[in-house]
């Protein structure tokens, strides 16, 4: 079924950058090979968005950042559980560019999350102490986009916190499986598609805007 897209839809693309794709630090496998389906998708929408990864040196998040800790390792901060992750999307560095193969000339918008240095920040609505807020919740209410399709880098962390954080602040969301790839560490992949599941986020594939 070749989905409709009108004046109040947008697409998503969540965290396209070098650190994330293979031979960066924080390495999605295949992220390389949703790049050209995310340049296809996005011509076929009006509106879109994107969103970038943009951390300070010594973030939170790093598990350089915490003597004797190791990446991938889940540690409690004042506002919740953290993974710690490998060095990732420093603010000036190459890794934190978007990919040069990505082609999205008409991009309206990028949002650039988790450059406080004490909070980290998976969704592109709110940081991850689910209280400070981006701003990209009034921008689309103010501009009237409704409905968001959401891909890019990693399915089970920045995707799946933003398209849960959209439905909660009254959007729907529709996450496009296959323009997407997973970190998937402990089960985090699984983990997140029953939360989305359950939060009411849509699941739909590439296939469908052919
Ligand atoms: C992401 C872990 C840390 C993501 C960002 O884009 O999914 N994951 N920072
Ligand atoms: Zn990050």
Redesign the pocket.
Known sequence: MTQRLGVEDVLIV??MQYD?LPGGS?A?AGGDEIVEPINALAHRFDNVVQTQ?W?PAGHI?FASTHPGAKPFELIELPYGPQ?L?PD??VIGTKGAQFSALLDIPHVQTIVRK?YRETI?S?SAFAENDHRTRTGLAGYLRERGLKRLFVC???T????AWTAEDAVDAGFEAIVIEDATRA?DNDGSLENAWTRMRAAGVGRTQIADFL
Not at 156 to 159: A, G, S
């Open positions: 969540v965290d994330f924080l999605v990864d951390h998040s993974v992750w990732h999307c988790g980290d998976y890019g880098l990693a089970d962390y920045c995707v970190i």
